[in-house]
């Protein structure tokens, strides 16, 4: 005999929460433009990604072990993220950041030079009480490309505002504030590293006054 078996509503709603969270999109927009840049995350993959039309722009796996580009396989330390960023002149929403554009064709593009840069973001320890440091690493892994532009590292820091609904991100640079999303669970809030650095970097469209909002959807 066959028992009818009742789920609580509280329950489907907790599981449809969950699928619902395996993959989210977010929207970095400059407040005083309205400019913005749109990520993923894949929860299951722990996969932050970004577009262009032209193709693949930035993939980042969160703890990552190993990131692979052909036949080279590059450790990444534990306790750090790694992936690829491409460099295309149009990629980029400005230059306010530490990378500026280069003269290659975008991941995807189909056409033309692709430039891949290895990334590997660490957490620093010599941050200032209260802050969060982390430091990101570049490599070239394409034979013959120019990297000038870029530097190898480069360092950055972080903190919540006191209400925690702000982080507040510095370079010896720039100094900018972003609005973290409502959503408790959000990989911005989880990861703000991944958020700083997306911002300090320039892969987000530039802020005149150094304010950003999130949009978590």
């Not at 306010?96 to 320890?125: F, I, N, R």
């Not at 490599?139 to 919540?160: C, I, M, W």
Request: hydrophobic content about 40%; overall charge negative; proline content about 6%.
């Amino acid at each position: 005999m066959l028992r009818r078996t009742s789920i609580p509503l509280t329950a489907v709603a907790l599981l449809l929460t969950s699928c619902a969270h395996h993959f989210v999109t977010l929207n970095v927009r400059a407040a005083d433009t309205g400019k913005d840049r749109e990520f993923t995350y894949e929860a299951k993959k722990k996969l932050f990604e970004a577009d262009t039309a032209a193709g693949k722009l930035l993939r980042i796996w969160v703890d990552a072990r190993v990131i692979r580009f052909g036949d080279l396989d590059r450790e990444i330390p534990a306790g750090c993220h790694g992936g690829f960023l491409s460099r295309h002149s149009e990629n980029y929403a400005g230059t306010s950041g530490m990378l500026h554009s280069g003269g290659s064709q975008a991941l995807g593009a189909g056409h033309g030079a692709v430039e891949h840069l290895l990334v590997t973001l660490c957490p620093q320890a010599d941050a200032p009480a209260g802050w969060q440091g982390w430091h990101v690493m570049f490599e070239q892994l394409d034979k013959g490309a120019n990297l000038e532009s870029v530097p190898p590292t480069a360092a950055f820091a972080f903190q919540r505002s006191e209400s925690g609904n702000e982080l507040i991100v510095t370079t010896p640079t720039s100094h900018q504030k972003v609005t973290l999303p409502e959503i408790e669970a959000s990989i911005f809030r989880r990861n703000p590293e991944l958020l700083a650095f997306v911002v300090m970097s320039g892969i987000v469209p530039p802020s005149p006054t150094g304010t950003y909002e999130v949009a978590e959807h």
